[in-house]
């Protein structure tokens, strides 16, 4: 294939792909079969993803929808080696922040408000990469590669990155609420561009791509303050080893982010096939100890929910003879239990021992099965199953 540089004016039309100005043509491929190494999947998993363009995966093949998302986009990639029982992707390219809680349409598709995929199930969420839009970081690059950018005012771009930090915290907010069960993971963006130009950056000067670089290093070092003030993980992107080797200077197979020329594999400045699978392989570094985690959690409680029982013991005088429902079991994971007898309501406990005591006179109009539904917790791995007790003799 011709390393030839690519006129500039027709990739930059490329590159407009990524803020969602032109169609893109679907390739097909075959997608990675991948298998996990880690813990078995449970099937109450269900993974979110939100993003923009660096998570959809713009021109890599196969494209799979309107949002040009791709089949081998990173968090496809996660999901695919952590085997997780559910997944939706709700990433779109040339997302902005608003379109976490607004509909984006793109050409004749629309995509939802991302933030609608979840719901109180979701047990993990990447949000982002986001907020590169909202900046206006694809026509900086732009700029940068057609005429130079290293003289631009800065200020306009270090206001809009400020401007998103209540963005960034609104929607880890509305996650919580959607999702109060769910591990969230933030992701910024990574190294885009070398510290040295090349033909495959047209017109760009060194100073010009570090000024490029350095407001993406400035909107990601936003996403991780933010993170980590709100106490959520933070995969930092620019951590993968071998970006500076891998860039677009490199020969076109190893590129890891494309130039001004994508092979048919990418946008420009956008990953490659082969910088998805290095983004999923630094994603997991984080992600798979959340799942882990949790699935030991999952199979803890699934255990000790089968330990759970309920008794239903009879007391005090013959005269005003007492009912006591009381659950045992569970092995120190029970949070709470609602008692019945038949459609009865008898009481809920949600502090140890877990049980409720009544006059056999207060349940006289009592009819029915004794039964109590119990929810076991551990860390956000939260469980309900029902138990049944034999009817005592002062119930009969």
Not at 138 to 148: F, P, W
Not at 187 to 206: F, K, M
Not at 368 to 391: D, E, F, P, Y
């Amino acid at each position: 294939m011709s390393r030839s540089t690519p006129r500039i004016p027709a990739a930059l039309a490329a590159l407009a792909l990524a803020a969602g100005l032109v169609a893109a043509t679907p390739a097909s491929a075959s997608e990675r079969a991948r298998s996990s190494g880690g813990t078995a999947p449970v099937a109450t998993e269900r993974y979110v993803a939100l993003g923009d363009s660096f998570v959809s995966g713009p021109g890599i093949p196969q494209q799979l929808d309107g949002c040009y998302r791709s089949d081998k986009n990173f968090v496809r990639l996660v999901a695919a080696d952590l085997r997780i029982a559910s997944f939706t992707d709700a990433s779109c390219s040339a997302a902005l922040a608003t379109h976490y809680w607004n509909p984006q349409t793109l050409g004749g598709y629309t995509n939802p408000a991302q933030l609608d995929a979840l719901d109180r199930d979701t047990t993990l969420v990447t949000l982002g990469t986001m907020g590169g839009n909202d900046v206006g970081l694809v026509g900086l690059a732009n700029t940068c590669i057609s005429q130079g950018c290293s003289t631009l005012d800065p200020t306009p771009f270090h206001a809009a990155i400020d401007a998103l930090v209540p963005v960034y915290r609104q929607s880890i907010e509305d996650v919580r609420e959607r999702s109060p069960r769910a591990d969230i993971v933030a992701v910024g963006y990574g190294t885009y561009v070398p510290r040295e130009r090349c033909a495959a950056l047209g017109n760009a000067t060194e100073a010009d791509l570090a000024f490029l670089q350095g407001m993406i290093d400035r909107l990601s070092d936003t996403i991780g303050q933010v993170a980590r003030q709100e106490r959520i993980s933070f995969v930092d992107m620019r951590t993968i080893e071998g970006w500076q080797d891998h860039s677009a200077c490199a020969p076109p197979e190893e590129q890891w982010v494309r130039g001004l020329a994508t092979y048919n594999d990418g946008a420009p400045l956008h990953p490659s096939t082969a910088g998805m699978a290095q983004m999923a392989a630094m994603a997991l570094e984080t992600i798979e100890p959340l799942v882990t985690a949790r699935r030991a959690a999952e199979r803890r409680v699934a255990a000790a929910a089968r330990t759970v029982r309920l008794r239903a013991v009879c007391h005090g005088p013959k005269r005003n003879p007492r009912v006591t429902l009381r659950v045992t079991g569970g092995r120190g994971l029970v949070a709470g239990a609602h008692f019945r007898i038949g459609r009865t309501s008898v009481g809920s406990d949600v502090r140890a021992p877990y049980a409720v005591t009544r006059t056999v006179k207060s349940l006289r109009g009592a009819r029915g099965r004794i039964s109590a539904k119990v929810v076991l917790r551990h860390g956000k791995v939260v469980r309900a199953t029902s138990v049944t007790a034999k009817q005592p003799r002062c119930l009969r």
